[in-house]
Structure formats: structure tokens, C-alpha cells
């Protein structure tokens, strides 16, 4: 298994800044890319906010480019969010992500999910 260590979220005022990070660890595994997700009230799916590779590559969500930077510490298996003039609809569960191969070889990709922290925007 992967552990995950969660910090950042709460409530937040409209046009805020919000500050997530994430820790990932397991000593049977290879932290790959790394990411945030988030999860709207009364929905199922995890849509992607922002991940970044080892190399540093990052992806984000239309909804959130151009206010969320995404930065990694590789040495620590770190990645934390930052996201600007934040909104009511920014509201929902943020859960950080990992993909991961075994440490004893193979290609297989394993994904896991930390526990979420909830995250209120307040107009």
C-alpha cells in the first residue's frame, strides 16, 4: 500500500488563495506522476485539477489554468497546490493521487488515492 499525508484545505473566502500538500510514501513502490483531484458533492467521479511527472511535466484543468501552480519535491515525494482567486464552485473533496510501479520490477501501473481533505469556497 501507499500512504498518503494530507495537509491544506478548510474554509476559504471567495477571490483566496489555497494551499494543498501531499505526501506519498511505500516501500514496496516507485512514485510516478502525482496529482490533484476533486470530487463535487452528489458525484461520483474525480475530475483532475492539476498532476505532475517526476520530469516536472504539468497538466491542469481548464477550470482552474492560469490560477493553480503545481510543484514537486521528488526527493520527498511532495507535490503541493497552490490555487488563486479561488471560487464557490471550487467547493468539493480534493484527494491526492499517485501512480506507482513495484519496487521488484514490472510494468504494471498501480494507482492510488489519499483520503481527501474538503476544501469551502464562501462568496
Known sequence: QVQFVESGGGSVQSGGTLNLS???SGSAFIIGAMGWYR??????????????GI???RRYSDSVEGRAIISRDNAKNTIS??????????TA???CNAHV???QGGTEVLT???QGTQVTVSS
Do not use: H
Request: with cysteine.
Open 22 to 24: 501531499c505526501t506519498a
Open 39 to 52: 470530487q463535487y458533492p452528489g458525484q461520483q467521479q474525480r475530475d483532475v485539477v492539476a498532476v505532475i
Open 55 to 57: 520530469g516536472g511535466n
Open 81 to 90: 497546490l497552490q490555487m488563486n482567486s479561488l471560487k464557490p464552485e471550487d
Open 93 to 95: 473533496v480534493y484527494y
Open 101 to 103: 510501479r513495484k519496487v
Open 112 to 114: 492510488f488515492w489519499g
